[in-house]
Each structure stands twice: as C-alpha cells, then as structure tokens.
C-alpha cells in the first residue's frame, strides 16, 4: 500500500509541463554553496562534472523557470563570472538528456557576506572571523546571488540596498543597547553594521510591454548566536525592508539606496519577492510580536502562492503547520511572493517523494541542496470590460 501511494504522488509532483507563452515561471533556488571550486570540475570539453551541480543543473532544466536566482553562490569581484560559469558549464550542457536552458540577461553584483568589517562583532577576541564580516562568510562574496532570466532585466534601473544602515531603520530591533536592547554591539559596531547580510535588489524586468519588480534577497539565518539574538533580531528586519518597501510613504521613508534614491516600490507596481528568506512561519516562535515572515504574508498587496510538494509530506519532524508546503527538512524557508494584481496559473516545489525515480536528484551524496526549489506560473490579469 505504502508504494502504490508514493507512486501516486510521484505523478503528482512530476516537473511541471513548459508553461504557455503568455506565463511567466519564477523560480528561486538555494544551491547549496555554489563555489568556484565547484564550477571549475570540467571534463576535457569544458562541461561541468560536479555531481552536485549536475544535480542542481538538471532540475533547473525540468522545471525550466524564465526567471531564476540562485542564493549561496560565490560573488567574485574581479571577473564577476561565476554566474555565467554556471549557465554555461552546467545549464547549457545537456544533464541526463534534459533539454539545455540558457540565461542570456543576468545581474550579479556584490554582496556584505565575508567582507571584512575590522571589528569584533561576535565579540570572540579577534576581529578575522566568518562571523566578524559584515555578513557571515569565510570570504568576499560567499553565499552570494545570481538573476538569471530569459527576458531582459533594466539594469540602468536596478535598486540595491547593500549598505544601508541598520540603525537607520526606525524601531530597529538591533542589539545596540538602546530602549531595553541587548547591548551587544557597541557603538562603532552599531553605526557602521549594514542591515543587509547579503543584499537587498529591486530588478526591473521587462515582460511584454510591461515591467515587473524582482525583489531578491537572502536574510540571515535566524540561529547561530545567544541569548542577544542577533541574528534572529538581523533576520526580522532583513524581512521587514521589503514590508516597508511595499508599504511606501512614511514606511519607507528611510530607505536610501545605495544608488541615492530614496523611498520604497511605487504604489500600483506590480512585483515578485524571491528568495531564501530563512523565515518560517511556524518554526520562529516570533518574540517580536509575530514571526518575521508574517511581515510579508499578511501585508495587503502580496499573496501567497502556497507552492507545495508530495516529498515535503515525508519529512519525519514534527511541524506546525502543512509540511507539503516545506521547501527544506527544517522549514519553510524560500519564497516566491507575487503582488496581488498578478494572476496565478499554477506553484510548485522541487521534491520528489520517496520511491520517485527523480528523488536521486535531492536525495545521497550527489543532492543539489538541502533547499529544493520553489516555482510560480503567473499571467497579467485579462483587461477588465
């Protein structure tokens, strides 16, 4: 009985039919990290023959997304080629008789994670460590991110919120000492940390003769610290930037870019949130009123999707809440959040059950990640009569 069910669900999640022209898939994708070493693995002919990437690449050509970021790819400042590595040795190259898929638009810029900040902010006694960048990594540009899209993307107009200030986001939940804060950062830490882990994108993409807002990121994971709660307080305001982007007016009143503009995401633009946001909504026991992700889930001009999968089902832990709609063992972390004006066509995530042929692909030594990706189908609404 128990494999005629999986059976069953493993029609059920099978890669999703190539959409019709008019709808648009985005997918986002934690690719465990994605490092140069990992992309350098070529045979003779220059194809990658990492297992994992191989892994990561095949499914991305199943499912076959126009849109993609990539979270936990290494940024690399001097050639900034690490996002086309991929699509050329892995995404380009046939992976077990899967189509090739190709991204010729793609925005990939620099992240906090690993850059030096000089000061001890995890307060070990030394000032060189992972946890002592601006962002967690053990070197510029770890865990970085790449968008990848098949239609083109208005670099000209891309936003980045890469060095805004924490401190200047009011009611901040930072450690900093102040209004009954944990005083874990002293002062110098306090007005020079950037909110962003990583960083915060608003790309624009231009579909037909209209314009959608990508807005990527990747907060900090909400662990990894004390009773401060550094990470978890850095986490909620990492997810509450887009909340008050989306919000505008008063809200966003604070937001600077780094490109000098001011303000959130005007009213009546449509968008698509996406990434890893290391934001469940029953995991977080949400100290600060609710949980970070409830920023987003209940704020009026987004909806959720509720992507969900046959495997997630399998996963032995206990959850709160349904576990098909789990994009990793320990939660559900990665999102695609789009604006309520858009028409969704259909929402998925990338996790064969047991028992499926394809759970080889998630599943053992050659996995692509412990994420698994997460897709939407989304059309304009018809015009109304």
């Not at 059976?7 to 985005?26: D, F, N, S, Y």
């Not at 465990?32 to 194809?47: C, F, H, I, T, Y």
């Not at 929402?347 to 050659?366: C, H, I, N, S, T």
Request: glycine share 10%; with cysteine.
């Amino acid at each position: 009985m128990t494999c005629l069910i999986q059976l069953m669900l493993a029609v059920v999640v099978a890669p999703p039919a190539a959409p019709p022209p008019e709808v648009l898939r985005i997918a986002t994708f934690n690719v465990r990290e994605l490092s140069r070493a990992k992309l350098d693995r070529v045979d003779q002919a220059g194809r990658g023959i990492d297992p994992q990437l191989r892994s990561a690449a095949e499914i991305v050509q199943r499912v076959r997304p126009a849109v993609l970021l990539i979270n936990e790819i290494d940024f690399d400042a001097g050639e900034r080629i690490n996002a086309r590595l991929f699509i050329d040795r892995y995404l380009r190259a046939s992976q077990n008789g899967q189509p090739p898929i190709d991204y010729p638009h793609v925005v990939f810029l620099p992240v906090n994670t690993g850059q030096p900040s000089g000061l001890d902010l995890d307060r070990d006694g030394t000032t060189s460590g992972p946890e002592d960048a601006w962002g967690f990594g053990r070197y510029p540009g770890q865990y970085g991110m790449a968008l990848l899209s098949q239609l083109p993307l208005d670099e000209r107009a891309v936003r980045t919120f890469q060095h805004l200030p924490w401190r200047a986001m009011p009611g901040n939940l930072m450690p900093d000492g102040t209004g009954g804060k944990p005083a874990w950062y002293g002062a110098p830490a306090a007005a020079r940390l950037p909110l962003s882990s990583k960083s915060h994108w608003d790309v624009p993409l231009r579909w037909g003769d209209r314009v959608l807002h990508l807005l990527a990121s990747h907060p900090t994971p909400p662990i990894f610290d004390g009773e401060e709660d550094r990470n978890g307080r850095r986490n909620f305001d990492e997810v509450r930037l887009w909340a008050d982007y989306l919000t505008g007016g008063r809200a966003a009143a604070y937001l600077v870019d780094d490109q000098g503009r001011r303000g959130g995401l005007e009213a009546g633009a449509a968008f698509v949130i996406l990434g890893d946001l290391n934001a469940d909504p029953f995991n977080d026991a949400g100290p600060y009123g609710k949980p970070a992700i409830a920023q987003l889930l209940g704020h009026p001009r987004v909806q959720d999707p509720r992507p969900a999968s046959a495997g997630g089902r399998f996963v032995e832990r206990d959850y709160g809440g349904d576990k098909s709609l789990l994009t990793a063992r320990f939660g559900r972390a990665d999102y695609v959040l789009p604006s309520r004006d858009l028409e969704v066509r259909g929402a998925g995530v990338f996790w064969p059950p047991p028992g499926d042929p394809l759970r080889r692909l998630v599943d053992g030594e050659a996995a692509a990640s412990d994420h698994h990706l997460v897709w939407v189908d989304l059309a304009w609404p018809a015009p109304s009569p």
